[in-house]
């Protein structure tokens, strides 16, 4: 069967260090995968899209690896703060569908 | 840029009523907004696609008389419960596009918290 699978524990990080979150597919062959956050109460929002053919994307802090071998997606925060704080989703897509796969989301805790 | 608006952001009332959600893109032009239902701990889960101008494509399971779906304009969508029971209470999240392609990130709203009682 299809799925995608967020680590379903809280991650607990010390402030400081690099904090990685996990997406694993199995049975899809995405064209891209994207990553949000989602604070309580609130929307998600976009942080970073990756094609299959991308390794690696970086945004200020952040940075995500899409191994399509493996299955795989690698969000990590450097230098993490208190602020980031929140729970990250991975998303799957097609090219040829418009909608997105969602997995449940990994609520990442930063400690001060 | 490229904000969702939606309103309201909690209602709670009594079961049988019908509840309006609106979901607006304030600074963009939206042809595709997407509505998603999210329980505790859980992903997002699609209901229906909606389409400016025609109707709206739901999703396997999804009450479509149930979950009225509107797109009369490129920048509003609305969402009416009708006739909501207490297995209807839930988080409902709208999204919009804004811009064509089915990579292009969606800009979602800070979602409706519906209790029926």
């Known amino acids: 069967s299809q799925k995608i699978e967020q680590n379903s524990e809280a991650l607990n990080i010390q402030e400081g260090k690099t904090a990685t979150l996990t997406c694993n597919y199995t049975?899809?062959?995405?064209?891209?995968l994207q990553w949000y956050r989602q604070d309580p109460g609130r929307g998600p929002v976009f942080l970073l899209l990756i094609r299959e053919n991308e390794k690696e994307k970086r945004k200020e802090r952040l940075k995500v690896t899409f191994d399509t071998t493996l299955k795989q997606s690698l969000f990590h925060i450097t230098a993490s703060q208190p602020a980031d704080s929140a729970t990250y989703l991975c998303a799957l897509g097609m090219d040829s569908n418009y909608q997105l796969i969602w997995g449940a989301g990994t609520k990442l805790i930063i400690k001060p | 840029g490229a904000v969702v608006s939606q309103h309201p952001s909690w209602v709670i009332c009594k079961s049988g009523t019908s509840v309006k959600i609106e979901c607006r893109s304030l600074d963009f032009q939206a042809t595709t907004m997407f509505w998603y239902r999210q329980f505790p701990k859980q992903s997002l889960m699609l209901m229906a696609t909606s389409n400016e101008g025609s109707k709206a494509t739901y999703e396997q399971g999804v009450e479509k008389d149930k979950f009225l779906i509107n797109h009369a304009s490129l920048t509003l969508s609305t969402l009416t419960v009708t006739s909501a029971h207490p297995e209807d209470s839930s988080f409902y999240i709208c999204?919009?596009?804004?811009?064509?392609?089915?990579?292009?990130?969606?800009?979602f709203g800070d979602g409706t918290r519906l209790s029926i009682l």
């Open positions: 999204s919009a596009r804004e811009a064509p392609g089915s990579n292009q990130p969606q800009h």
């Open positions: 049975n899809y062959s995405p064209a891209y």
